[in-house]
């Protein structure tokens, strides 16, 4: 299979250049703004790969980035763990559970497979309510300044910094960026585009459709939970409104938005849905009403995402 | 002549519907064996009980010493079957080689298949960088077929693969056809068009209603145009 041409290497290392420049350039407040926005990216890239370019619609990635956000958070607070082992629990969470509820719900399909991971993030949120001896609940844990401290070859970097933390974000985005980049142009990003359009096409080839399904669900949940797992980490709070709908929603939206099965679309996505309720939100208090707007003409200039949509009609070759 | 795959008493379902009725027959090693009914008659689903995509509830389907009714539908191609779907069923937004390429990563093939079937069929050589969705019906076809080579089946089935081809298309999917049989696959072949059954099968199994009636040797069925106005209502 074809392997990720040289226009879209330079272009994902453009965006890279461009993002790392922004954080010498960026005021105080927009800094961290974008240091929060490249974290959620990295979970709308994972929620990409499944419902982008496996087409999986699920209801439910909540569970995976509150599995790394409480994997970190809680083995900091309660163990008192460094940063390293708490984000590789937060790592083993997200894909554990993301095996185990894609072996449950791939079972089913289309609505059927939407209402199970709804109902497997709800059970997830309500349990991260109903121990609140451990987790708080709602109101959350807030993790101690000391043990926010990455320790890279021996140099310690403080995380409540906001440059560290914004470089931090930026390097977990990178990674993920190429990684997803390679990914979905190798044989099984192909394999997975293909069971999206005609699983039974695939299946009369020989395809082991399920196993290739359970292993993009697997992928997507161990993207998902690092971005939960560096956002305990970098912002310091591990809290229940993580694991509720709304933020199994807003992935979706933000694909939707971006470009779903485009590389670059869940930065894009996610980068404008906060801008346009940031700028919104200062004029009004009736911000949702603007961003609705703002979707309708997205939606209807831009059908298939703004990265889909400059792919299909003016740049093929974006990735 | 020993049986490239073997049909026994296969019941099955769409639903509470019977389709097929202890429905049995032989394929031949390298022989074409046409299945020719009516609308309806069970052919397609036939095929795709063979493959695993419609369940068998009864009955056995043998390649050798394997029940493919034991297997799940994505086992079955590996054990050497391969499947051109009616419509053939291409990626249509990917290439011509992206196509090829997903029918060889199914079975871990490399470029030596893909060499072996682009002599076979050399028409795609030049249409390899081509969206398959683009490609003439008779293009589309040639590819489909292409496809199921890479997977380098001994059994092929193809199911009405001239439909709505021009006539210098139809003999060329035909010649491939036979073209396939002199390599030793074993094709069963479903088909409409009562010519195209007579001059590249080998033998015919008449369908009606999910049932096998009749199997004869296409010598027998050019000397009795009887049978087939009896099963499928022309000729």
Known sequence: MSRIDGKSLWLHWAVLIVLFALNFLLPEYHRGVVTRVLLLAVFAMGYNLTFGYTGLLSLGHAMFFAAGLYGAGLTIYHLGWSVWPAFGAGLLAGIVLAVVVGFLALRTAGVAFMIVTLMFSQVFYLTTLYFTTYTRGEEGLVLPVPARTLTVAGAEFGLTDPGTRYMTALALFAVVLIATAFLVRSSFGRTLLAIRENEERMRMLGYDVFANKLASMAISGLISAAAGAAYAVLFGYVGSGFASIQYSILPLLWVLLGGAATTLGPLIGTLLTFYVIDTASSYTSAYMLLLGIVLILLILYFPRGIAGTVRERWLPWLP | MTAALTLRQVDCFYGDVQ????????????????????????????????????????????????????????????????????????????????NLEIGLMARGKGSATRERVLEFLPALKDRLRQRSGTLSGGEQQMLAIARALCLEPDVLLLD????????????????????????????????????????????????ENGRNRETVDVERLRGDPALVRRYVGVG
Not at chain 2, 41 to 52: D, F, P, S, Y
Not at chain 2, 170 to 176: C, G, K, V
Not at chain 2, 177 to 200: F, H, I, K, M
């Open chain 2, 19 to 98: 389709v097929l009725h202890a429905f049995s027959f032989d394929l031949r090693e390298g022989e074409v064996h046409c299945l020719l009914g009516r609308n309806g008659a069970g052919k397609t689903t036939t095929l795709k009980t063979i493959m695993g995509l419609v369940p068998a509830h009864a009955g056995s389907i043998m390649k050798g010493e394997t029940d493919l009714t034991r297997l799940a539908a994505h086992a079955i191609p590996r054990t050497g079957i391969a499947y051109v779907p009616q419509g053939r069923q291409l990626f249509t937004d990917l290439t011509v080689a992206e």
């Open chain 2, 160 to 207: 009405e693969p001239t439909e709505g081809l021009m006539p210098s298309m139809i003999a060329r999917i035909q010649d491939s056809v036979a073209a396939l049989r002199n390599q030793g696959v074993s094709t069963v072949l479903v088909e409409q068009r009562v010519n195209a059954v007579l001059s590249v099968a080998d033998r015919v199994s008449f369908m």
